[in-house]
């Protein structure tokens, strides 16, 4: 009686082949999916940065020094980050009173005039992605912001 061993039976030629083009692409995706949150990363950095120091600016603008109207251009950051400040004055918001009676306005001594400031902070090439505009109004007393003494 003869015994019949099994035969040993391995990997064809392309079995192998298609396990390596799976693990390819595999590869290929994870490596992709790695450099867009590395770039996800640097952009996030680049405007968290910016946003500190625009928040920085703003809070010295009319405490250290004074409230003019105008615009001006400067860089924070080592030359990293560039901006471009515009301040103008903003018209009285006080509602307008509709009726036959007139109103005489208020005047007083020192009426604060309030003051629109945005601040366009730039970095990189500055695309869409690397810009960000920050809008504030800021309320002074008339002898306060024009850097008269009160």
């Given at each position: 009686m003869r015994i019949v061993e099994p035969a040993a039976r391995?990997?064809?030629?392309?079995?192998?082949?298609?396990?390596?083009?799976?693990?390819?692409?595999?590869?290929?995706?994870?490596?992709?999916?790695?450099?867009?949150?590395?770039?996800?990363?640097?952009?996030?950095?680049?405007?968290?940065?910016?946003?500190?120091?625009?928040?920085?600016?703003?809070?010295?603008?009319?405490?250290?020094?004074?409230?003019?109207p105008g615009?001006?251009?400067?860089?924070?950051?080592?030359?990293?980050?560039?901006?471009?400040?515009?301040?103008?004055?903003?018209?009285?918001?006080?509602?307008?009173?509709a009726s036959d009676v007139p109103v005489e306005p208020v005047q007083a001594a020192n009426m604060p005039k309030l003051y629109r400031v945005e601040l366009l902070v730039t970095w990189g090439r500055a695309n869409a992605s690397q810009r960000l505009r920050f809008v504030a109004l800021r309320a002074r007393a008339s002898g306060l912001a024009t850097g008269e003494s009160p």
């Open positions: 391995g990997f064809t030629l392309l079995e192998v082949m298609l396990a390596f083009v799976l693990l390819a692409v595999a590869m290929g995706t994870i490596v992709g999916m790695l450099s867009r949150g590395l770039n996800q990363v640097q952009r996030s950095e680049g405007a968290s940065e910016a946003t500190l120091y625009a928040q920085s600016f703003l809070d010295q603008l009319g405490v250290l020094e004074p409230l003019r615009q001006r251009q400067g860089e924070f950051g080592d030359r990293r980050y560039r901006y471009e400040l515009s301040v103008r004055e903003v018209p009285d918001p006080a509602p307008r009173v």
